[in-house]
């Protein structure tokens, strides 16, 4: 069996605070030994840490990408609950808590047109715009309600998804049930830029009204976003 350490391969560690072990002991018991060792060990560490001052922040991929974009400082994982958070104030019409999350030069973009060309259903420019048409939308439903709601976030925390159910009312009473998908770019804490992927036939279908054939100009009749 191999003898104990001498005390000078551990430097930081008094010599006095080595324990006298008679050698018959550490022989005849294994376990002593290893406790022995162990306790050794980590007196040494201890003594490392003691010595080696205050540690540095470690910087990594989220934490450095958070903080030059998308979340506050020092809080990366705090996108995906302030996603959420902003979806429940849709539901609760808090228009003053929505506001707040959306920062003054935020768009909003509606993809998906009623034509099915490859164009915008509709586009909001900045943050006022983008609240006026979410107070339209409070007209036409009676309930706002996400189900199913998954959400994830990029690496860097400069975008989330959130995809989900509706589960709306209408305001004359009959159920609205779209399918969703959210894009949201933030930069410090604020959303930037909000991209709608939605259905726009359950939209027709759900409002009884024929908004995916154009009208007599050809140009596409477009109601606030669903």
């Known amino acids: 069996m191999p003898e104990l350490p001498h005390p000078r391969f551990f430097p930081l560690l008094p010599r006095k605070a080595l324990p006298a072990v008679p050698a018959k002991w550490m022989f005849r018991s294994p376990t002593l030994l290893a406790t022995l060792l162990g306790t050794l060990v980590i007196a040494t560490l201890s003594g490392c840490a003691g010595t080696s001052g205050p ?12 903080r030059a974009t998308g979340a506050p400082e020092g809080q990366p ?8 958070d902003f979806f429940r104030a849709m539901e609760r019409r808090e228009t003053a808590t929505m506001e707040a ?5 935020a768009t909003w973009r509606v993809a998906m047109s009623f034509s099915g060309d490859r164009a915008d259903q509709s586009y909001f420019g900045d943050r006022a715009a983008a609240l006026a048409n979410l107070r339209q939308i409070s ?10 709601t998954r959400v994830s976030v990029t690496g860097d925390g400069a975008t989330s998804f959130m995809q989900a159910n ?6 004359a009473g009959k159920p609205y049930r779209n399918t969703y998908v959210f ?3 933030w930069r410090n804490g604020l959303i930037t830029q909000v991209e709608e992927y ?3 036939i359950t939209i027709c279908a759900s409002f009884g009204l024929p908004l995916c054939v154009p009208d ?8 606030a976003a669903g």
Do not use: I, K, W, Y
């Open 101 to 105: 999350m959306l920062a003054p030069d």
């Open 55 to 66: 540690a540095e922040e470690e910087s990594s991929p989220h934490t450095t990408s958070a």
């Open 166 to 171: 509706g589960d709306f009312v209408t305001a």
């Open 198 to 200: 939605t259905n726009p």
């Open 139 to 148: 007209t036409m439903v009676s309930t706002v309600r996400f189900v199913d």
């Open 77 to 84: 994982g705090v996108v995906p609950q302030r996603t959420l």
């Open 183 to 185: 894009r949201l770019d």
């Open 216 to 223: 007599d100009s050809g140009a596409q009749q477009s109601p």
